[in-house]
């Protein structure tokens, strides 16, 4: 396994890390949720993403269960705070009391006594930003947390949020967590190069386009039962961002590529995400644990200069962007 730095922290983080969004405590049983965490952590994963509000706690719940016995140095857990966790006023967001609630009962979900990541999981406009900062740091101060990011947020908000936290002495966001994949190549136009001048790592999710970039759904037909794309309970933000016929048929062109190269699609897909050196960690998820298998093997694959030519020509990034350097 390859490791990379988050951001300028000192901490290193592995560039496949295994996240439980639909999967962990959710879609996967509690023997295959062991099985995929115990593999990824075999096979040098250190970096385990999740949230609160991921099947609202029952993902860190199991998480926390099945990382239990790993020496606690040898691991980065990472998880979120915004979402509602219940229907009272205070119950979402990111006020001091929310944040602390919530880091607190994530703690306790997770079974440690600190979070290596703590990550405003979207922004907040209900709250002033100098209290999530200032939230963050007292959580610093408390031992609670190590370091804090943000997820899915603008470069111009990390900025500000940067600001108030020099001039109040506290600390900075490490890492941002955004969308990012051949399909969605926009974090190259703005974000991207901020978080390189900033020294911001970004743990980015939905690398492999909620699966549509395996290649295992057909244009023009059904999608197979059994997968995410054909499951209603599921498949709803894929329907709604990929479920499109040239993205099926683009899909397929990658799978031709990866075969030429004696990979697989997903192997590919991840391979070229991990290019950006503002990547630290590409964040999959697993409901089997040839899975983990495959794709932990991507941090380790080399992609041909024509190769990379042709991926860029087939899935273009957006109009203004800033070449890989």
């Known amino acids: 396994m390859q490791y990379r730095r988050l951001g300028q922290a000192g901490i290193q983080v592995s560039a496949i890390g295994l996240g439980s969004y639909l999967t962990i405590g959710m879609s996967i049983d509690e023997a295959m949720s062991r099985a995929t965490i115990h593999k990824a952590y075999e096979l040098g994963i250190n970096f385990f993403d999740t949230a609160n509000a991921y099947n609202q706690g029952e993902a860190e719940h199991v998480l926390g269960r099945h990382l239990a016995g790993f020496r606690r140095a040898s691991l980065v857990i990472a998880t979120k705070v915004y979402a509602p966790m219940a229907d009272g006023p205070n119950d979402r967001g990111l006020s001091a009391k929310h944040i602390y609630e919530q880091c607190h009962a994530s703690l306790k979900r997770l079974q440690v006594d600190y979070l290596d990541l703590y990550q405003c999981h979207r922004p907040d406009a209900a709250t002033p930003l100098a209290e999530t900062v200032q939230a963050m740091e007292d959580l610093a ?39 990012y994949s051949l399909l969605y190549r926009q974090p190259e136009a703005e974000l991207f190069q901020f978080c390189r001048a900033e020294g911001v790592g970004n743990v980015v999710f939905s690398p492999l386009a909620h699966g549509i970039l395996t290649g295992k759904y057909t244009p023009g037909a059904e999608p197979p039962a059994g997968t995410r794309a054909a499951d209603p309970k599921q498949n709803m933000i894929l329907k709604r961002l990929y479920w499109r016929q040239d993205y099926l048929e683009k899909a397929q062109q990658l799978k031709r590529h990866a075969t030429a190269m004696q990979v697989s699609a997903a192997q590919l897909a991840l391979a070229w995400v991990l290019l950006r050196p503002e990547v630290s960690s590409a964040i999959i998820g697993a409901t089997r644990v040839s899975q983990v298998e495959e794709n932990a093997a991507a941090a380790e694959l080399a992609i041909p200069a024509d190769i990379r030519r042709d991926l860029d020509e087939l899935f273009p990034g957006p109009s203004e962007t800033y070449p890989i350097e």
Do not use: M
């Open 141 to 179: 101060r408390q031992g609670k947390i190590l370091y804090w990011g943000t997820s899915e947020w603008p470069a111009w908000l990390i900025a500000k949020a940067h600001a108030i936290a020099h001039a109040r002495g506290a600390r900075r966001a490490v890492s941002n967590q955004p969308r």
